[in-house]
C-alpha cells in the first residue's frame, strides 16, 4: 500500500504550503483512510470536473473497511441509499449490493 501520508506530505511542501493548515488534521493521524485520502485530495487539487471524474470512476475501488466506513456513515446518518450514494458520487446498486454483503 502506498504511503499516502508521505505523498501527500511531500505536496504540500512543494507545490501548495499555503493549505498546510487545512490538511494538518488529516495528515496528523496514524493510518490514513481511503476517505481521508479523497478528503486530502479534494482540499489540495479542489472540485473535479465532469470528465476527470468519469475518468478516476472507473478506476476507484474501496477496500472493506472503507465499505463498512460508508455503510457506518449511513447508519448513524439515517440515509437512504439514494442519499448516500449522491453524498459519495456512486450507484444506488452499488450502495445496495454493499449492504447485502456486509450486513451490520
Not at 502506498?2 to 511531500?10: A, F, S
Request: aromatic content about 10%; hydrophobic content about 35%; proline content about 2%.
Amino acid at each position: 500500500m502506498p504511503d499516502y501520508k508521505k505523498i501527500y506530505t511531500d505536496i504540500l511542501n512543494t507545490r501548495f504550503p499555503h493549505k498546510k493548515k487545512e490538511c494538518k488534521s488529516l495528515l496528523n493521524k496514524e493510518v490514513l483512510s481511503h476517505l481521508d485520502v479523497i478528503d486530502l485530495n479534494t482540499i489540495i487539487f479542489g472540485a473535479v470536473t465532469a470528465e476527470s471524474w468519469k475518468f478516476s470512476k472507473r478506476h476507484r475501488s474501496y477496500n472493506q473497511d472503507t465499505i463498512i466506513e460508508i455503510l457506518q456513515y449511513q447508519k448513524n446518518n439515517k440515509l437512504s441509499n439514494s442519499q448516500l450514494a449522491s453524498h459519495y458520487r456512486l450507484s444506488r446498486n452499488t450502495v445496495a449490493r454493499w449492504k447485502k454483503l456486509f450486513v451490520i
